[in-house]
C-alpha cells in the first residue's frame, strides 16, 4: 500500500489495516519543496514505529536526481527492506543502485540486507524487463507502473486494460523466469470498487502476485480474490498428504484417489497452501 | 303531585350526604357553535408573551425545553429571548441537552438571566465559555435516564416546559411530526420531552404546524398540556440528519467497524431474538451494515433495536431482520418519518427508555450497545463529556444508562486521535463507570474488560487480537509522548451525577 512520505498520520497507522507492505513514497506524492522533510519523516518512521511483520518498502526518487542518493543513505541507514527504484529502463541503473545500497550498508556493517524492488513505467523498461529482473540478487520483484507507461505508448488506460496485456504478461514471464515477484500497478478511482475488483481478478488469473494499492479500502477486496477457497485448499491438503504418504512409503510415485499426481499439480498445490497460511486462513499447524 | 315532591326531597337528601349541590339547569351551557370553528377559540391557544405570563412564572423558577432537533433548535433562544426582553431574572434552565446553536444563552448568563443549567451536554462556545468559569453556580449533568429519574422523583422539578412540536391542535395535541400539508419542521421522537410534559407544573407546547383537532397519534395528550404557541419554525429538520443513509468512507471508522461487529458475532450475545443499540458515530453506524451480513448468513433476527434509531436501522427493521424499534430520538429524517408511520416503530419517553428506576425501561431488555468514548482509562472509566483539553465538548446521553443495564457494552473509539491519546491512565472526567463497561475495540487491538474473562476467551477462540488495555495505553504514549497536565483552576463548573441521583464526578475550570 502507498502512502505518502510526508504525511505523518498514516505513516503512523498504516499497518493497522493490514496490508502485506507499506511503500512509503518520497517520489511522486511528495512534492519538490517537501523532499527533505519527507525523507527525514520516512526515516525516523522506519527506525521508530512498530510496524509488526509489514514488509517495509520505501520509493524513492531516481537516482539521477538531487535525491535519489540522499533517500538510500537516509532508509537504508533506517533498516527499510526494500527499495522500490522508480522509472527502471535497464540493468544498469539497478546496479547503480546496488553499488548506492552497499556503499551504506558496508559502513553499517549489514552488506546484503536491503532488497530492490524495480518499478518498470516504460516502453523501454518492458523490452529489458528479464535484464531488470536478473540484474541484482537483491531483486525481490518487479512491478508494473502503468501511468508512465502509457503515457509513453501514447495511449491512455481503460478499465478493461487491453493496453496493458504485453507489458502485464511480459512482467509476470520476466519475474517468474527469474524466480521473484510480479506486482502490478495501482488502481486510482476509488469510487469504482466493480472494476478495482475486475481488474484484480484479472491480474491474478494473468500470474501475478500482487497488487499496489493507494487506499486501505482496496485491501479486502484483494485479499478476498487472491484468498484460496476452502475447496483449493482442502485439495492441496490433500496433494500435500499424498505426497507425504508416498515419502513414507518410499514410492516415487505419487497417487490421490487412484490418479497420479504429476509435478506441476504439486506446485500449483503448495502455491495455495502458501497463498492460504499468508492469507491467515491456514496456519502451519493444520497441515 | 306527592310523588314528585318525595322525589325532590330525596334528591336534596341524598345531595347533602354526598356533599355535593343539586343539578340546576342554567349551569349547563348548549354552544351551537360550528366546531371547526369553537377548536379555533381555545383557550389554550395564546402568544408566547401570554403563555408565559398565564404560566405564573416567577424570577428563580425552572424552565425545561428538549433537543429533539439538535444542532437545529430555535426553541431555546426564543423563549429564553422573551424571558430575557419581559425581564425575568434568575432563571435555571433545564435542558435535555444544549448544542452549538445555544451560544445566544452565554449573553443571558452575563445578565442574570439564566443562573443555572442542567443538561446531558454543552457544546461550541457556550461550553468554552463554561468551561472557562462563565457561571457562578456548576452545570448539573445527567445521563438521559438520569434526567428521567430527577424529574419523575422530584430531585429536578420543572415549574414550566416549554416543548417545541412539530404538530399540535389547538389543544395541545402534538407530536415530532406532521401529517398536514403545511409541515414545516420534524423530529420524529420526542422521547425526551415526555417526562416534561408529564411531571411539569405548567406545559407549553410551541408549534409551527397548527392543525385541526385532533392531532392523533399524537406524542403529547392535551391532558398534559396548558398553552399552545404558534411560531414561525421550531427548528431546521436539515440539522438533525441528512435523509439519505451515507455510508462512511473513512478506512479506520470501516476497520473499526468491522471489529466491532465482529465483537459482536463472536461475543456469546448474537443471537436469534437478541436486541441492539448503537450510538451515532461513523464506526458504530457502519457497525450495523456488518452485523446486517451476519445476521442474513446465520438467520438470526433481532427482537428489537433501542435508542436514537438511525436510517440504518429503519433499513434492517424494515428488511424483517428487526422486529421492533424502540425510539427515543430519531437520529435522521428516514426515522423521524418511519415513527409517524410504522405502528413496529415505537415511541418512548426518556423514563421508558432509560430510567434506573423503572423496572420496565428499555435499557434492562437490551442485550449490546456499541458506544463512542473521548477517552478511555485503563480501568475501562470512559468519558464522552469533556475533551483532553480539559473543555467540555460533548453529551452524556445514554451512554452510563445502556453500559450498566445491556449485557454486553462495547466501546469504539480509535487509540489516537490525531495527537491525542483515546486510551489513557486517568479520563480527564468520569461518566460511566468501568464496572459496566466490557470490551473497547480500537484499531490497534480490542481490550475485554478482567470483569468478564469469557467475553475475552471467546473473542481469541474467533481469532480476534485481544490485548490488555495497558498495552494500548503503552502504545499509544509511545507513538505522542507523555500529554502535559491539564491547567485546571479550583472552581467548580460542572457537576456529573450518576444515574441514581448520587454525585460521581466534578468539571474544574479550565485556564487556558
Redo the contacts between chains.
Keep these: 500500500m502507498f502512502v505518502p512520505g510526508n504525511n505523518p498520520?498514516m505513516m503512523?497507522?498504516a499497518f493497522?489495516?493490514g496490508p502485506d507492505s507499506i511503500m512509503l513514497d518520497l517520489e511522486d506524492s511528495v512534492t519538490m519543496a517537501e523532499k527533505d522533510a519527507a525523507r527525514l519523516l520516512v526515516h525516523n518512521a522506519l527506525k521508530s514505529?512498530?510496524y509488526g511483520n509489514t514488509e517495509m518498502v520505501v520509493r524513492i526518487n531516481p537516482l539521477n536526481t538531487p535525491f535519489g542518493k540522499k533517500d538510500v543513505e537516509a532508509v537504508v541507514t533506517a533498516g527499510v527492506h526494500v527499495i522500490r527504484m522508480p522509472k527502471t529502463e535497464t540493468a544498469e541503473e539497478v546496479v547503480e543502485l546496488e553499488e548506492e545500497i552497499e556503499k551504506v550498508e558496508k559502513r553499517l556493517g549489514c552488506v546484503g540486507r536491503t532488497q530492490i524492488m524495480a518499478a518498470i513505467e516504460s516502453t523501454k523498461g518492458i523490452i529489458n524487463a528479464y535484464a531488470i529482473a536478473t540484474a541484482s540478487k537483491r531483486m525481490m520483484g518487479i512491478a508494473l507502473g502503468a501511468e508512465d507507461y502509457c503515457a509513453n505508448l501514447k495511449t491512455q488506460r481503460t478499465t478493461t486494460g487491453e493496453e496493458l496485456l504485453l507489458a502485464r504478461e511480459t512482467i509476470v514471464v520476466a519475474a517468474r523466469a527469474a524466480g521473484i515477484d510480479a506486482l502490478d500497478t495501482v488502481f486510482s478511482n476509488?469510487n469504482d470498487m466493480e472494476t478495482f475488483r475486475k481488474e484484480v481478478e484479472l491480474i491474478k488469473h494473468l500470474g501475478f502476485d500482487g497488487k499496489s494499492i493507494i487506499?486501505?479500502?482496496q485491501i479486502e477486496i484483494i485479499n478476498e480474490i487472491f484468498t484460496p477457497t476452502q475447496k483449493d485448499i482442502d485439495k492441496a491438503k490433500a496433494i500435500m498428504g499424498a505426497i507425504k504418504e508416498a515419502e513414507a512409503k518410499g514410492s516415487g510415485v505419487i497417487a490421490l484417489n487412484g490418479k497420479m499426481i504429476d509435478k506441476p499439480v504439486v506446485i500449483r498445490a503448495q502455491r495455495t497452501i502458501e497463498l492460504a497460511i499468508s492469507a491467515g486462513v491456514l496456519t502451519k499447524e493444520d497441515l | 303531585m306527592n310523588a314528585t315532591k318525595d322525589r325532590q326531597d330525596l334528591i336534596l337528601a341524598e345531595a347533602k350526604k354526598l356533599n355535593k349541590e343539586v343539578f340546576d339547569e342554567k349551569n349547563l351551557v348548549k354552544n351551537p357553535t360550528e366546531k371547526q370553528q369553537f377548536q379555533k377559540e381555545s383557550p389554550k391557544l395564546v402568544t408566547l408573551e401570554e403563555a408565559i405570563r398565564k404560566s405564573g412564572l416567577k424570577d428563580g423558577m425552572t424552565i425545561s425545553f428538549h433537543h429533539h432537533f439538535r444542532g437545529g433548535d430555535k426553541v431555546v433562544n426564543m423563549v429564553v429571548d422573551k424571558l430575557a426582553e419581559m425581564g425575568f431574572k434568575n432563571l435555571s434552565l433545564a435542558a435535555s441537552s444544549l448544542q452549538d446553536v445555544h451560544e445566544p444563552l452565554i449573553e443571558h448568563i452575563k445578565n442574570g438571566v439564566i443562573t443555572s443549567i442542567s443538561t446531558s451536554g454543552l457544546r461550541g462556545k457556550l461550553a468554552d465559555e463554561i468551561s472557562r468559569g462563565l457561571m457562578e453556580k456548576p452545570v448539573i449533568f445527567r445521563s438521559h435516564g438520569g434526567r428521567g429519574s430527577a424529574i419523575a422523583n422530584g430531585d429536578l422539578h420543572i415549574d414550566v416546559a416549554f416543548i417545541g412540536a412539530s404538530s399540535s391542535d389547538p389543544l395541545g395535541n402534538a407530536c415530532g411530526y406532521s401529517r398536514s400539508e403545511n409541515a414545516k419542521s420534524i423530529c420524529g421522537s420526542l422521547g425526551y420531552a415526555l417526562p416534561d410534559a408529564q411531571y411539569a407544573d405548567k406545559v407549553v407546547i410551541l408549534t409551527d404546524d397548527l392543525v385541526a383537532y385532533p392531532n392523533t397519534p399524537n406524542s403529547i395528550s392535551e391532558h398534559n398540556v396548558d398553552y399552545v404557541v404558534e411560531v414561525d419554525s421550531v427548528g431546521d429538520s436539515s440539522k438533525i440528519a441528512s435523509g439519505a443513509i451515507r455510508d462512511t468512507k473513512n478506512p479506520r471508522d470501516i476497520l473499526l467497524a468491522k471489529q466491532a461487529a465482529k465483537v459482536i458475532v463472536n461475543s456469546g450475545y448474537f443471537k436469534e431474538g437478541f436486541s441492539i443499540q448503537t450510538g451515532s458515530g461513523g464506526a458504530s453506524l457502519a457497525a450495523v451494515k456488518y452485523i446486517r451480513q451476519s445476521m442474513i448468513d446465520q438467520n438470526i433476527h433481532a427482537s428489537f433495536a433501542l435508542g436514537g434509531i438511525t436510517a440504518h436501522m429503519v433499513k434492517l427493521h424494515e428488511e424483517g431482520l428487526i422486529d421492533r424499534l424502540i425510539d427515543v430520538q430519531s437520529f435522521d429524517r428516514v426515522a423521524a418519518e418511519s415513527i409517524m408511520n410504522d405502528p413496529k416503530h415505537k415511541e418512548v419517553s426518556a423514563n421508558e427508555y432509560a430510567s434506573a428506576d423503572e423496572p420496565g425501561s428499555a435499557t434492562h431488555y437490551l442485550d449490546i450497545v456499541i458506544l463512542s468514548a473521548l477517552e478511555v482509562d485503563t480501568d475501562f472509566n470512559v468519558n464522552v463529556l469533556v475533551g483532553s483539553d480539559g473543555i467540555i465538548r460533548g453529551a452524556i446521553g445514554g451512554h452510563p444508562d445502556t453500559a450498566a443495564d445491556s449485557a454486553l457494552s462495547i466501546i469504539v473509539c480509535p487509540l489516537l486521535r490525531g495527537r491525542i491519546p483515546c486510551v489513557v491512565d486517568k479520563v480527564t472526567t468520569l461518566i460511566t463507570p468501568g464496572k459496566s463497561v466490557d470490551v473497547v475495540v480500537t484499531e490497534y487491538g480490542i481490550a475485554v474488560n478482567p470483569n468478564r474473562p469469557e467475553i475475552a476467551e471467546r473473542l481469541k477462540k474467533a481469532g480476534l487480537n485481544v490485548v490488555d488495555i495497558n498495552w494500548l495505553k503503552e502504545r499509544a504514549l509511545k507513538v505522542i509522548g507523555t500529554p502535559a497536565p491539564l491547567p485546571f483552576g479550583d472552581k467548580v463548573v460542572g457537576v456529573v451525577m450518576n444515574r441514581d441521583g448520587s454525585v460521581l464526578d466534578v468539571i474544574k475550570n479550565i485556564n487556558a
Aim: proline letters at 9%; charged letters at 20%.
Design positions: 498520520g503512523s497507522d493497522i489495516y514505529i512498530n476509488l487506499n486501505p479500502r
